[in-house]
């Protein structure tokens, strides 16, 4: 399999599984207990902490560890807002479901969302936030990068804006994590997640920063001070920590593999690149091959052994097109023919150019069966 849907999740990276195994086996207590089993287990999840807070430029006491994206996402918005009747956010249109749904459930609590206006490239201006913020403005929530098309935000700009207004910032960098440097100094809130890194699916992180507070989502015991409750997942923060220290600076040779894969797949007729060719994630490529769903090609390039997405994973099967490409002035035919290529770290050259030959292969033959379907019509 040439796995290029590094987006949706990554493969674990075999350091994160001999880091995890002794908390599986031996070393199974409960980080909450104690003994000298639970005092083992606290030491290993307070070293992960650290080493993960060490690459986000954190202090320690400011990780909370949770389940996972949508977890913090979620933790992040409904935490950040006490009071919806009346609260303000801003938030752009092409965030993930996992930000937009919380945010449309304020909504129908009685709060007011401003949305952004987004560039052909999927790209805000910081200008445009700083002209939206009001008074009561209680939140702003934007990704660091984009999960479909790649495009990065100006998160630093945004950052002085918010500072200057007074007003908390959200920042989802599920997907810029371990593809670009992130420093969270300056936000109040930031999301990570340990299955985009190489670490194991089902652990990430909040960082709330020093001095602001939040509402807790789960109730019924005092973990993570207090701001999310329930029995850590020891071996899975260990992961998220043995991840996070073996993450590698690979924008370089992943911008050159991603537009070679361009240039293989720009030789096809009809195709259009949804992502920016600049300011964009170095491992990722939306394209869309005019008459060709995105589905049937996924489907098709996995029985070829290629594995390949529409868009974000959480959307899989969904029947609506693409909100990112809609929101970037895609048609709505337009926006439901959007395959999404993201490499990993691991990806070699001659992978690029096996999966190039074999989409162009796919693609001919899709086209091939409509045209023979409107011939016999």
Known sequence: MIYLDHNATTPLRPGVRGAMAPLLDEAFGNASSAHRLGSAARVAVERARRELAGRLGARPGEIVFTSGGTEGNNLAIFGAVDAPGGAHLVVSPIEHSSVLEPVRELVRRGAEV????????GRIDAADAAAVLRPHTALVSLGWANNEIGTIAPIPAVV????????????DAVQAFGKLPVDVAGIDLCTVSAHKIGG??????????????????????????????????????VGFGAAAAL???????????RERLWTALSSIAGAQRNSPADGCLPNTLNVRFAGVRGEALVAALDLEGVAVSVGSACAAGSAEPSHVLRAIGRSEGEARDGVRFSLGSETAAGDIDAAAAIVVEVVERIRGVGRRQVANA
């Open 114 to 121: 401003t949305w952004l206006p987004v560039s052909a490239a």
């Open 160 to 171: 002085d804006v918010c500072r200057r207004a007074g007003v908390r910032l959200h920042v």
């Open 200 to 237: 194991p699916q089902g652990v990430g992180a909040l960082v709330v920063r020093e001095g602001v507070s939040i509402r807790p989502l789960l109730l019924g015991g005092s973990q993570e001070r207090g701001r999310r409750a329930g029995t850590e997942n020891v071996a899975g923060i």
């Open 247 to 257: 993450m590698l600076d690979w924008r370089e040779p992943g911008t050159v593999l």
